[in-house]
């Protein structure tokens, strides 16, 4: 596998935990990284945090999940050496039954940087813009 597809596997990776509602999985894949957030001084980091702003903002429903797909598109992979930086697109739909209809609720772009260490790549930094805002009542516990 080259090292782009490496790193867009992490990317696809991420979106995959965050829709099975598995958000400790998605802790211990961002554990390494800064997580930050446009328009936000915060910054998370290690897996326990991340795993519990998700948590935190994140409705799962009765599946466990927030019954979610996260569609990750235009990624860019910059790689020089043993570290790597991309950008990407991400649109999220969502269907709730009897709740909300099949609909693009969130959209923006992530920024995130990589490192390889001992042959493998991971995440040093995510940051998260938001750009399109759709009805996030059945997706987030709290606003944005």
Known sequence: MSERDEIC?????????????DFAGVGKLLGTAKLTFEGYDTMVTGAEA???????????LDDGTPKTKHVMTNVIVEVEGATARS???YTVLQAVPGE??????????????FERVD???RFTAMHVFVD????L???LSRPI
């Open 119 to 121: 042959g493998r790549w």
């Open 9 to 21: 596997q992490l990317i696809y990776t991420y979106a995959e935990r965050i829709d099975a509602g």
């Open 87 to 89: 950008r990407s697109y």
């Open 132 to 135: 399109l805002v759709g009805d």
């Open 137 to 139: 009542s059945a997706h």
């Open 50 to 60: 991340i795993e519990s702003l998700y948590a935190a903002t994140t409705r799962r």
């Open 100 to 113: 909300l209809a099949l609909q693009p609720v969130i959209a923006g772009r992530y920024h995130d940087a």
